[in-house]
């Protein structure tokens, strides 16, 4: 009994959910009131998620762990723009510019090391994956891509060298679709397997 | 026949596959597993890491659910049972990262859950820990790359949904001489991970990892039914361009 009743919720929601893509008119309010069910509940993971946060560096600092320096920063500043956040409320201007200007220069620096690190390892790609079709394919489909999106070469509307121009362009949206069929029917089986109850994550398994 | 019905006709279609091949495999037939060796490697990388006394990352994503990529998150979630054994949580190296928090409670429940049947109750309160390092992407990987740098692992495998900063958890890892193994991620970070990562699946490769990892039953149901729905799909592909050319279409 204990192991079919989270079976019978998880297989009668995932039913109704998607008979309400078939009956919408009939079951728009069912589903609507789902989907504001798996918002709430999402909302409370993410805040269990944070309390899991805000539990491991308690625990860093408490151990005097490698790091724990960096933990009572982290602590320091989540406490305070979330009292802060509360107080003022996340509309306020003043609030959202502390935020913002802490934020977009961070990601910004991240951005540029991820840009530096990409530099780096396209540079060291044969010598990670080795003279393999794969890679070849890979070098020359990124020089070739990123000499046509230079618009150096411009060619004669209707002439050879553009119906050429457009069928290289159009390659890697070709692959990209190829890549995306495989992993669309991945995720179809990945669900139905949850929604057939032969995967039940909700149980452990 | 419209699209919508189409579509719906493939889930249909799936579906009782699926289920068939469930109950088939569970009785005797088997499916042949194929090899791969991205997948070995991580295995016996994951046995060395543990020879060697040095820790195990497992990373799970940075959400349980996307709009572009819907099943990630469960798919990492399915990788689970595959990469948690008793001996993980006596040697005590293994640590598994999520950047959701939905996440965690999924991947806590699947780790006590499989250690429900434990050898003996202080085995059972040692569970894997499963850690949070930020609940947003941003935030996720500037908590992830000081734990990869002060407690390198001795491998990494990410599965489940990332984006493009998955190369510099890859970077942090890879310097320090651990080894790195990825599977799915959106588009962009498939293509950013193949230059840095040797041992990368990318396509429908990651969702027939669960498979390769611990060939169970439902998972080589899933294969075999991912298989025939690939194979179909292909086919009406090439007939439907042909028909195009020919202009009958």
Same mark, same amino acid.
Do not use: D, Q, S, V
């Given at each position: 009994m204990k192991k079919i009743i989270p079976i019978i919720i998880a297989c009668g929601t995932g039913l109704t959910v998607l008979a309400g893509y078939f009956f919408q008119d009939r079951l728009a309010p069912v589903l609507g009131l789902l989907i504001h069910w798996g918002i709430s509940l999402v909302g409370l993971a993410g805040l269990i998620g944070i309390a899991y946060l805000v539990r491991m560096h308690f625990f860093r600092i408490a151990r005097r762990q490698k790091g724990a320096f960096y933990s009572v920063i982290v602590l320091i500043a989540f406490f305070f723009t979330f009292i802060t956040g509360l107080i003022l409320t996340p509309h306020n201007a003043i609030y959202r510019d502390w935020v913002l200007n802490i934020q977009v220069p961070v990601e910004a620096s991240l951005l540029a090391i991820l840009s530096v690190t990409l530099l780096y390892a396209s540079l060291y790609l044969i010598r990670t994956r080795g003279w393999t079709p794969m890679s070849v394919g890979f070098l020359v489909g990124a020089l070739v891509s990123l000499i046509l999106n230079l618009a150096v070469l411009q060619f004669q509307p209707g002439s050879m060298g553009a119906v050429w121009a457009l069928f290289l362009r159009r390659l890697p949206l070709a692959g990209l679709r190829g890549i995306l069929i495989g992993m669309a029917l991945g995720g179809l089986i990945v669900g139905l397997r949850v929604f057939l109850a032969i995967d039940r994550p909700y149980e452990g398994e | 026949m419209t699209w919508t019905q189409i579509g719906w006709s493939i889930i249909a279609l799936a579906a009782v596959l699926l289920a068939g091949f469930s109950l088939l495999f569970r009785r005797r037939y088997q499916y042949l597993v194929r090899k791969n060796p991205a997948v070995k490697r991580l295995q016996d990388q994951r046995v060395i890491a543990v020879e060697r006394g040095v820790g195990r990352q497992v990373v799970l994503g940075? *959400?349980?659910?996307?709009?572009?990529?819907? *099943?990630l998150g469960l798919h990492a979630l399915s990788m689970l049972p595959g990469m948690v054994s008793p001996e993980d949580s006596v040697e005590g190296g293994q640590v598994i990262s999520t950047g959701s928090g939905a996440l965690v409670l999924f991947a806590r429940q699947i780790v006590q859950g499989c250690y429900q049947d434990g050898f003996s109750p202080g085995l059972q309160e040692r569970v894997l820990p499963v850690s949070l390092p930020g609940p947003t992407p941003l935030s996720f990987s500037a908590g992830l790359l000081p734990d990869l740098s002060t407690q390198p692992p001795g491998s990494l495998a990410m599965f489940g949904s990332f984006g493009l900063s998955a190369p510099l958890w890859a970077e942090a890892a890879q310097i320090k001489g651990g080894h790195v193994f990825a599977a799915a991620g959106s588009i962009t970070a498939q293509a950013a991970l193949f230059l840095n990562v040797r041992d990368l699946l990318i396509g429908e490769e990651v969702f027939m990892l669960p498979g390769l990892m611990e060939p169970t039953a439902s998972n080589q149901a899933g294969w075999l039914t991912e298989d025939i729905l690939r194979v179909s799909l292909m086919a009406l592909l090439i007939v439907a361009a042909i028909l195009k050319m020919a202009g009958l279409l």
């Open positions: - | 940075e *959400g349980l659910w996307t709009h572009a990529y819907p *099943g």
